[in-house]
C-alpha cells in the first residue's frame, strides 16, 4: 500500500471470518432468493432515482450512501460474529483490514437472513472503534441473497446490456469470461463494480470500493 502506511491484520481476520463462515451456515436465505417483489421496487424508485454514479441502494427496505461507516450498517441490524467484534474492538491508526470480514442481519420485517463483506480503514494516526471506521469496501453476492436495488431499478436478475445501458461514464469489460462493470462516483474516488456470470448473464456480486 502507498508509503506502507496500511497494516494487514491478515491472521486475525482470517480466524475471524473463519469463525463466521461456521455460523453463517445456518443461515436461512430470504424466501424470494433477494430478487424484490414490485411493491419493494417501487419503494425504492423515488428514492434511489435513475444514476448509479449516486451509490446510493437499498437493502432489505433501509437506503444506504457510500461512502459510509461501519455504524450505518450496525444501526440498521447488521452484525459481526461476536469473536470478530471482541478481537476488532479497536482499528489503531493506519489500519485496513484485510481480507475482508463478513456481517450479517437477521431475518426482520419480511427479509431473511442476509450478509456482505467489508473491510473497515482507519486512515487517522490514533486508534478508533470498529463502529466508527469508514468501509473502504463493501461487497453484496447474490449467492447470499441480500434484496439489493440499484438506481434504475437494477437487481440481481438484470443482464449485462440492461446494465449497460443504465450506467453512464462507465467502464466495460465483456472477455475471456470475465463480464463487470464499473462506474466511479460522483466523487471519483469511489467506485462500484457489478460482476456477471459469463453465462447466465446475471449479476452475481456487487462491491463499493474507495481509495486508499
Known amino acids: 500500500m502507498k508509503n506502507?502506511?496500511?497494516?494487514?491484520?491478515?491472521?486475525?481476520?482470517?480466524m475471524a471470518a473463519a469463525s463466521i463462515a461456521v455460523t453463517a451456515c445456518g443461515s436461512s436465505a430470504p424466501v424470494n432468493g433477494g430478487i424484490p417483489t414490485k411493491e419493494q421496487l417501487s419503494a425504492a424508485a423515488d428514492a434511489l432515482g435513475d444514476g448509479i454514479s449516486s451509490l446510493s441502494f437499498s437493502v432489505d427496505g433501509v437506503i444506504y450512501q457510500f461512502p459510509m461507516y461501519v455504524s450505518d450498517l450496525t444501526d440498521n441490524g447488521w452484525a459481526f460474529d461476536s469473536s470478530t467484534k471482541s478481537e476488532l474492538k479497536n482499528l489503531p491508526g493506519n489500519t485496513l483490514v484485510a481480507p475482508a470480514v463478513v456481517m450479517r442481519k437477521k431475518a426482520a420485517d419480511g427479509y431473511g437472513a442476509t450478509t456482505c463483506s467489508v473491510q473497515p480503514v482507519n486512515k487517522s494516526?490514533?486508534?478508533?472503534?470498529l463502529e466508527s471506521a469508514r468501509l473502504y469496501s463493501l461487497k453484496f453476492s447474490k449467492s447470499d441473497a441480500p434484496t439489493l436495488i440499484l438506481p434504475s431499478g437494477i437487481t440481481w436478475d438484470s443482464t449485462f446490456e440492461e446494465v449497460k445501458e443504465a450506467c453512464k461514464h462507465k467502464t466495460t469489460v465483456d472477455q475471456d469470461g470475465i463480464k463487470y462493470i464499473q462506474v466511479k462516483g460522483d466523487d471519483s474516488s469511489y467506485t462500484v463494480t457489478i460482476?456477471?456470470?459469463?453465462?447466465?448473464?446475471?449479476?452475481?456480486?456487487?462491491?463499493?470500493?474507495g481509495r486508499l
Open 4 to 14: 506502507h502506511l496500511l497494516k494487514h491484520l491478515s491472521l486475525l481476520v482470517c
Open 195 to 209: 460482476h456477471f456470470d459469463a453465462a447466465e448473464n446475471t449479476i452475481t456480486t456487487i462491491e463499493y470500493q
Open 125 to 129: 494516526s490514533s486508534e478508533i472503534s
